[in-house]
């Protein structure tokens, strides 16, 4: 069982930068993949940024250049940093981590959502 707790969220005028945090209760392993979802209001929860097992990171074309998600093993810890934030980047914004066990089946894990906001 792993619980994800998350941090860093808040109100930015557009062109500021917020960096997300998130917590796990347990180290991650090689076969582990996470990442970032939000979802707008109104809207459909969207992948923004995910780093697979192999250690790629991909991104929501909207976000990429802006962006950047990375851990932290050693402290069992997820961020997203973001750049130059605009007004669409407005939603909350959930982290996440898939739990593989070798040669076996994952288990999604997800943080409590944190809202950000940027809005003139």
């Known amino acids: 069982q792993v619980q994800l707790v998350q941090s860093g969220g808040g109100l930015v005028q557009p062109g500021e930068s917020l960096t997300l945090s998130c917590a796990a209760s347990?180290?991650?392993?090689?076969?582990?993949?996470m990442g970032w979802y939000r979802q707008i209001t109104g809207k459909e929860r969207d992948m923004v940024a995910t780093?697979?097992?192999?250690?790629?990171?991909n991104y929501l074309d909207s976000v990429k250049g802006r962006f950047t998600i990375s851990k932290d093993g050693a402290k069992n810890m997820i961020y997203l940093q973001m750049n130059n934030l605009k007004p669409e980047d407005t939603a909350v914004y959930y982290c996440?981590?898939?739990?593989?066990?070798?040669?076996?089946?994952?288990?999604?894990?997800w943080g409590q959502g944190t809202l950000v906001t940027a809005s003139p």
């Open positions: 780093l697979t097992t192999q250690g790629t990171a």
């Open positions: 347990t180290m991650f392993s090689n076969t582990d993949g």
């Open positions: 996440y981590v898939e739990v593989v066990p070798h040669s076996g089946r994952g288990t999604v894990y």
